[in-house]
């Protein structure tokens, strides 16, 4: 690897504290104003578990300011959301951070990987769900945890789908418009 390389890619710790501080802000309020429309509309906290909000800002940190970055904002967003907000609730909440920061963590060490931006994403999303289902299949069958059951893992797939899909739209889109902007 070149010296060029390394000064390309690498990202100022002002940047990645800067960024994670603003994926942290989004990640929590993010859900909040879905929770607030699904109160609005009648259907309660479900426009977050569909819409899955909070991935939105912690892979962007990936993205944007790199693995470590990514990875803060992960493991620390839902941990905040908690105990500011009460969600997500405590039974879900490690399996959330764990994760939250894998998405941040994928997000960022793909960051500079030349393949299309939605191959990216679907190796993210997929890495997020894996630790994810490990976490949970760990406290299940390990730990013999009965408050959270394997099934969930799934549910929260089939779920979260439109906003997987919300993901493939926005974020590309979201990436191109800070790559821009750190050109000018």
Do not use: C, D
């Amino acid at each position: 690897m070149s010296v060029q390389t390394v000064s390309k890619n690498s990202v100022s710790l002002k940047k990645q504290i800067l960024t994670v501080l603003g994926a942290v802000a989004g990640a929590i309020a993010l859900p909040q104003l879905f929770h607030i429309a699904g109160a609005a509309l009648g259907v309660g906290t479900s426009l977050g578990e569909i819409f899955l909000p909070m991935h939105l800002p912690v892979i962007l940190a990936g993205i944007i300011a790199g693995p470590y970055a990514g990875a803060a904002a992960g493991l620390v967003s839902p941990l905040l959301s908690y105990l500011l907000t009460g969600m997500p609730g405590a039974v879900m909440l490690p399996f959330m951070m764990a994760e939250l920061f894998g998405y941040g963590l994928i997000a960022g060490l793909l960051r500079s990987a030349k393949m299309p931006s939605l191959v990216k994403l679907v190796i993210i999303q997929l890495g997020g769900r894996v630790i994810r289902l490990s976490g949970i299949a760990f406290a299940v069958l390990v730990l013999n945890n009965e408050s959270v059951a394997i099934a969930s893992a799934w549910t929260a797939v089939v779920t979260g789908l439109p906003g997987l899909a919300l993901q493939w739209l926005l974020i590309p889109l979201a990436a191109a418009v800070v790559k821009n902007t750190e050109k000018q």
